[in-house]
T-cell receptor, first 115, second 109 residues
Framework: DTAVSQTPKYLVTQMGNDKSIKCEQNLGHDTMYWYKQDSKKFLKIMFSYNNKELIINETVPNRFSPKSPDKAHLNLHINSLELGDSAVYFC??????????????FGSGTRLTVV | EDKVVQSPLSLVVHEGDTVTLNCSYEVTNFRSLLWYKQEKKAPTFLFMLTSSGIEKKSGRLSSILDKKELFSILNITATQTGDSAVYLCAPSGTYKYIFGTGTRLKVLA
């Protein structure tokens, strides 16, 4: 039973294309996140949703649009892909918002390569 | 601006050595701090620390938090090759955890 699952695991696409990454968690958590990890392993938060409501929207190009149809799903759509978007994208979830002290459970990541 | 600094950036040791990894932070409305281990894929949870001075232990790994001096350390005793990984610390503010750049540990047989 995968707790936080992302699809696809790998994505190779050309510049200018539009692509989506899906994330689902079966932990009953209220909060979900998207993180981007660059080649130097630096994990940077992009978005966070709590019970389908956007609570964190970091300085991310508006080509990136998250969508949360329900609290178990958080998808990431990227328009007009650029070379610099190449990275590993991690979905994560936590029981509540970090202020309550809950840790994250991460998905296995989606390695996006833009050529 | 929130800041997390981990040191050293990388470390090479031999099996059996003891290592200490450091994490210093400046985070608004600090709530808790997490330690993760990342090998090839997703980070896996090690510890969550919320109170100063209380050591958390799991086998050969232990961690402690100092909220006055704003740092945490992760100790690994009797290291094994399977400990080779990037170790990430992440203090939380009100709504998010902020990750450091990690310490890359390599344990040689």
């Amino acid at each position: 039973d995968t707790a936080v699952s992302q699809t696809p695991k790998y994505l190779v696409t050309q510049m200018g294309n539009d692509k989506s990454i899906k994330c689902e968690q079966n932990l009953g958590h209220d909060t979900m996140y998207w993180y981007k990890q660059d080649s130097k392993k630096f994990l940077k938060i992009m978005f966070s949703y709590n019970n389908k409501e956007l609570i964190i929207n970091e300085t991310v190009p508006n080509r990136f649009s998250p969508k949360s149809p329900d609290k178990a799903h958080l998808n990431l759509h990227i328009n007009s892909l650029e070379l610099g978007d190449s990275a590993v994208y991690f979905c994560a979830s936590s029981l509540r918002t970090p202020g309550t002290g809950d840790g994250y459970t991460f998905g296995s990541g989606t390695r996006l390569t833009v050529v | 601006e929130d800041k997390v600094v981990q040191s050293p950036l990388s470390l090479v040791v031999h099996e059996g050595d003891t290592v200490t990894l450091n994490c210093s932070y400046e985070v608004t409305n600090f709530r808790s701090l997490l330690w993760y281990k990342q090998e090839k894929k997703a980070p896996t949870f090690l510890f969550m620390l919320t109170s100063s001075g209380i050591e958390k232990k799991s086998g050969r790994l232990s961690s402690i938090l100092d909220k006055k001096e704003l740092f945490s350390i992760l100790n690994i005793t009797a290291t094994q090759t399977g400990d080779s990984a990037v170790y990430l610390c992440a203090p939380s503010g009100t709504y998010k955890y902020i990750f450091g750049t990690g310490t890359r540990l390599k344990v040689l047989a």
